[in-house]
């Protein structure tokens, strides 16, 4: 990899370089319905997920059908098979999510926006053959959205998604064990809307199984409405939750009883659904963007807790403004962030990864080597525009190996659920491995 050159903030003046291109390989999978961003949104969990030595990923196709695939580690050829589950996808929202437990089963979801449950699960260990459509539990799964799997280190899965519509929405968890094959409900309301609004979250699992969930609050479909980001953890699986300082919630969490990580208003241009991740230590890390009062420019923030307090810091390399007000999925010039942290603490070394229309839509990362420094480097990944594409990676196969795998495809998102003439898109996997130092 060439030199490295950092870009150091002092008060309110940047000074800027970019670095030159990242080192990466990638490999196609194949082609994918484009006409709009189902196949690349941030809120994907997974999109791509490693098991011992084979990778599966999953996409919509141009005939809206869920395909699966599968390579064995580092391999170009993948293993391609068109499920008979199709999706709306012509709706954003209807993503598809999968993760393997820990005896190999590939699990998946797909197409939910408000609708009733899409779920499968492999008939066995590694293949690609999928069993019929089946319940969880059984209850609350007539009005679902946002569909995401997270591994615990014994292998056992979390299901997250919301139960109810914008604005009025209630996260629910359940949990399935590799012991007994089964579904169960871990929480039937973790953070209540009240019927006034609802959470818009980001989870992670740490390597000690402790979950780390932060969200902000929406008041209305309207996106403006996005204020404040919370935070949440839980060291027994999910059964009772606690916040930073260790002080107990009483369930459900509401508006009045959330820990604030940082105090953001309403209309300051906030995203929901980003990413959390951890260092060493199982402290939290958050990625987002919103505006500051008195300024116009979103820019990206990192919110990360310390082991006494909440700090964060924002990355001021944009130029650009622009408007969340509105409803629905929008065109946006900059994709929601991924964040994963290596080390820990101050010594810490941060990867953010984006698009942003200024670089012209390119897959980046911005890599800060010591989170001390406030210092920090923007690569570009590969050379390609990448219209409305959003980061999602391989969250397992980095856990395992630090080693970065990107599903990574050209999309077209128009505002309000619209349908743009984008042909399908091949389907790639970037990898790439960063070098902190």
Known sequence: MKPIIFLSLFCSQLAFSVASHAQTTSSIVGKGWASNSVNTTVFRKNSLVTFRDTQYTAYYNSEKFVVLAKRAAGSQNWELKQTPFKGKAEDAHNVISIMTDGDGYLHLAWDHHNNKLHYSRSVKPGSLEMLDEMPMTGKDEKELSYPEFYKNPDGSILFFYRDGGSGRGNLVINKYSIQTRKWTRLQDNLISGEKKRNAYWQACVDNKGVIHVSWVW??????????????????????????????????????????????????????????ISCDEKGRPFIVSYWKNQGELVPQYHIIYHNGKNWKNFSLNFRKTPFSLSGVGTKRIPISRPQIMVEGKGEKASLLVLFRDEERDSKASVLLIPKLKTRRWSIQDLSDENLGSWEPTYDTELWRSKSILNLFVQHTDQTDAEGISALAPQDVKVLEFKPNFK
Do not use: F
Not at 234 to 256: E, F, H, M, R, V
């Open 218 to 275: 929406r008041e209305s479909p309207d996106v403006a409405s996005n204020h404040d980001m919370c935070y949440a953890r839980s060291s027994d699986g999910g059964l009772t939750w606690q916040k930073s300082n260790g002080q107990s919630y009483t369930l459900p969490i509401t508006a009045a009883t959330a820990e604030h990580a940082c105090d953001i208003p309403q209309k300051s241009e906030l995203i929901n659904q980003t990413s």
